[in-house]
């Protein structure tokens, strides 16, 4: 039994060896990559197909010059980082299942156009702004009604990189638009964004996931029972199931909050407007839209939407810690005051690096090294006009050893 013992531990010393040599093998190789590789790795990660030789040497000379962001700013300049990597990045904010492979639509394109020309992001969620193909290159028109416009330019394989081909507008002045531009509000007044998450229901999905793709939180992660439940609607019922201990506990958690904030949606729906005409945003200023008034028997007594008033009930107890701008207004009417509250909070610009950092990184941050990076990449993403496209080079340069 001695001798038999003796030998498992000699077996498991030599294995620790081993695995000791390899990661110490491993360490050095990424130690020792020199700056053709790790351009290359920059290049991989961004793209994901390799790059020409004259690209390589410009990044390998920058990374040699120490200045990795520069190298990762010339990968950035391939087709393939707008036509695949932001399509697969942005595409699952357009739609209720999170699901990268749906088409190409007017929400996704107006993100993948801000980036490139490098517009404050902050601006995704308020400003009178969405991109369509150039007249040349798509011979259909953009629809209020339909998203063929888009289909066509996915098809075509339009490069989404070149100005002359993707290019800028305002949403109040496409043809049959029905938004002045005060009305807008970025992409949650793009068709798309309509379609998703204001067609039916009660228009608190377009909250939800609104704070699920610009705060990196869902209603669970918000949950607060501290929360006045004065606007929690009349379709809510007080005692689910016969037991109000079920709404004190649970229900108040999110509707407290959610309700409120999702009152800023309350003129707008998603529906035809003539019937066989197609579906469409659809806004009565000034007009609630009856599904946010349904099933008020459910509980008669609860909150009546009369406008579109909303308020941030979250700006106090544990979600005060979202970094709220309290230089705003706490509540405002209509959803384009409602954008800048939510874009102009300390978790909107942190959630847009995490989100950079797992499709970049390949892994959600970890360690406190990475952390640290995030926390860093954040302050560099405020400081600097809220540029997308540096935080994708900052994270790649981060990255590069991995």
Not at 4 to 27: D, F, P, W, Y
Not at 70 to 86: C, E, H, K, R
Not at 295 to 315: C, I, M, T
Request: proline share 4%; glycine share 8%; hydrophobic share 35%.
């Amino acid at each position: 039994m001695k001798h038999t013992h003796g030998k498992c531990e000699s077996q498991n010393a030599n294995l620790a060896r081993s695995v000791l040599a390899i990661v110490l093998a491993v360490s050095t190789s990424l130690a020792i990559a020199g700056p053709r590789d790790q351009a290359k790795r920059i290049h991989d990660r961004l793209v994901g197909v390799p790059p020409s030789e004259a690209v390589l040497s410009s990044m390998a000379d920058k990374i040699a010059a120490g200045n990795s962001v520069g190298a990762a700013m010339d990968a950035m300049t391939n087709p393939t980082f707008y036509n695949s990597t932001l399509k697969n990045f942005v595409t699952p904010w357009t739609n209720d299942t999170s699901t990268q492979f749906a088409e190409l639509n007017d929400y996704t394109a107006t993100v993948i156009g801000m980036i490139r020309d490098d517009v404050p992001f902050n601006q995704v969620l308020t400003e009178d702004i969405v991109y369509i193909g150039a007249g040349a290159q798509s011979t259909v028109a953009y629809s209020q009604t339909d998203n063929e416009h888009y289909k066509q330019i996915e098809s075509l394989r339009i490069d989404m990189s070149n100005p002359s081909n993707l290019i800028r507008t305002t949403q109040s002045s496409l043809p049959g638009a029905i938004l002045a531009s005060g009305d807008t509000a970025g992409v949650m007044t793009s068709r798309a964004f309509g379609e998703a998450f204001l067609k039916m229901g009660t228009n608190r999905r377009a909250i939800r996931f609104t704070f699920m793709n610009y705060m990196c939180r869902d209603m669970e992660d918000m949950h607060d029972v501290t929360r006045t439940p004065d606007r929690i609607r009349q379709d809510v019922s007080r005692s689910p199931g016969g037991d109000s201990t079920i709404f004190l506990n649970q229900c108040v958690g999110c509707h407290s909050g959610m309700d409120p904030l999702a009152q800023a949606f309350a003129y707008y729906d998603f529906a035809e407007m003539t019937q066989g005409a197609g579906e469409q945003i659809i806004h009565t200023p000034g007009i609630v839209q009856p599904k946010n008034l349904i099933n008020a028997g459910n509980f008669p007594p609860g909150f009546v939407v009369s406008n579109d008033r909303w308020d941030n009930y979250w700006r106090q107890g544990p979600n005060s810690s979202m970094g709220w701008n309290t230089s705003l207004p706490a509540g405002g009417n209509g959803i384009k005051s409602l954008g800048r509250e939510i874009a102009s909070s300390a978790a909107f610009a942190q959630c847009q690096v995490q989100k950079v950092f797992k499709s970049v990184c390949l892994r959600d941050p970890a360690s406190a090294a990475d952390q640290n990076e995030v926390h860093r990449i954040t302050g560099v993403f405020s400081a600097n006009n809220y540029s997308m496209k540096r935080v994708f080079a900052e994270t790649a340069a981060y990255c590069k050893g991995e």
